[in-house]
């Protein structure tokens, strides 16, 4: 019974290798984030490597995403990473989302709560564990951001207003 078990196993494991996830990089950057605002050579070194493969349409798939269903868990975290930030359309949204993403970024650098811990278990992408410099530039930019577009817009036109 125990082998029957195992057997069946070993085959769903192979047949789900049949069943990859879409790699194929989306072109769209036409409202990537250097677009209008800068970014420094050091700063975006640092987003590509700790934010741009769950972050952006430039994501960068390791070996083990081939591997299912860790491709399957990847490419969901990979979208609900970009359903809440994504440097590639980021200059498409409103005044108003751009200003409260950089906010968000801010918190969640602060609280060392981004890059998130999975995305370095175990050794994996050791180069996107930021330093505390990095976390500084990465707060001292949205920051700087943020006084951009409140010398630029009217207050009440950063407010993000939830429906």
Known sequence: MFKKILY??????????????NKTPS????????????VSESLDKTLKV??????SNETKYPWYASIQPIGWWLQAHMN??????????FTERRIAYQNHKFE????????KEMPIPSYTWL????????????????????KSNMSLLSSTYPPDSLVLKRN
């Not at 700790?50 to 972050?55: G, I, L």
């Open 104 to 111: 968000e970024i801010i918190e969640m650098v602060e609280k």
């Open 8 to 21: 069946l196993l070993l085959i769903s494991f192979i047949v789900i290798q049949f069943f990859q996830i």
């Open 50 to 55: 700790a934010c741009n493969d769950c972050h």
């Open 27 to 38: 072109n769209a950057l036409s409202g990537d984030i250097k677009t209008k605002y800068s």
């Open 80 to 89: 609900e990473g970009k359903k809440h930030l994504n440097f590639s359309n």
């Open 123 to 142: 050794g994996l992408h050791p180069e996107a564990k930021l330093t505390d410099p990095q976390r500084q530039e990465i707060i001292d930019w949205a």
